[in-house]
């Protein structure tokens, strides 16, 4: 079985430490044979969610909202494992990456009974983080409650995490290689 795995650009910088670095993730596991695409965020017309509930009343539908995320529903919904980079802005992820995290509360919808259901399978998750502060250990915490609302969202667990502190290095790009392979396999 192909692997299918969809890269997450949340920087708006095509040479940024976290494109860099989820490519490198996405390169890894194509050597080990997985199919693998990506969607610049910062390229894409992606709207914040409306809150206006139609995801949660139809199962049919991601949202009604028909913008690029489309695209990348569809992408996830067939896709194995999701890795997904982010600049670190004012100590959080970038205002595209929050839109992405925002509008995939269109994969859960409920039902009379008032349960909570998912319109996809669970994928695998590797994050990329990318920081200015020297100190990898900085942003832990936050990094933890990202992961988990990803995890939540894509119905499965981050396995992976990578955090840049101010530039990549070559032991940081060996490392990402290392988790797409993983997540390849
Ligand atoms: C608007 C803005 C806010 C930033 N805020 C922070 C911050 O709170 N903490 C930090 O460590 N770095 C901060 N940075 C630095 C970026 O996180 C850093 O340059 C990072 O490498 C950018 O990711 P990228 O290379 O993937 O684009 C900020 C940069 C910008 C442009």
């Given at each position: 079985m192909i692997v299918k795995i969809v890269g997450i650009h949340g920087s708006p910088r095509p040479?940024?430490?976290?494109?860099v670095l989820v490519d490198a993730v996405l390169e890894g596991a194509k050597e080990k044979g997985a199919e693998v695409r990506s969607f610049n965020l910062n390229a894409l017309d992606i709207k914040g969610c409306?809150?206006?509930?139609a995801c949660h009343k139809n199962k049919d539908i991601f949202c009604v909202q028909k913008d690029d995320m489309?695209?990348?529903?569809?992408?996830?919904?067939?896709?194995?494992?999701?890795?997904?980079?982010?600049?670190?802005?004012?100590?959080?992820?970038?205002?595209?990456?929050?839109?992405?995290?925002?509008?995939?509360?269109?994969?859960?919808?409920?039902?009379q009974d008032g349960k909570s259901h998912f319109k996809i399978g669970p994928k695998r998750v590797v994050t990329v983080y990318s920081q200015g502060?020297?100190?990898?250990?900085?942003?832990?915490?936050y990094f933890d409650m990202s992961d988990a609302s990803f995890g939540m969202m894509l119905q499965g667990k981050v396995e992976g995490r990578i955090v840049c502190a101010n530039a990549y290095t070559d032991e940081l790009i060996a490392d990402a290689?290392?988790?797409?392979?993983?997540?390849a396999e």
């Open positions: 040479q940024g430490n976290s494109t409306q809150a206006c509930g489309q695209g990348i529903y569809e992408a996830i919904a067939d896709a194995d494992a999701v890795v997904i980079g982010s600049p670190i802005y004012m100590a959080q992820m970038s205002a595209q990456t929050m839109l992405f995290l925002n509008r995939l509360y269109a994969f859960m919808y409920t039902t502060a020297p100190m990898a250990g900085h942003y832990v915490p290689r290392e988790a797409g392979k993983k997540l």
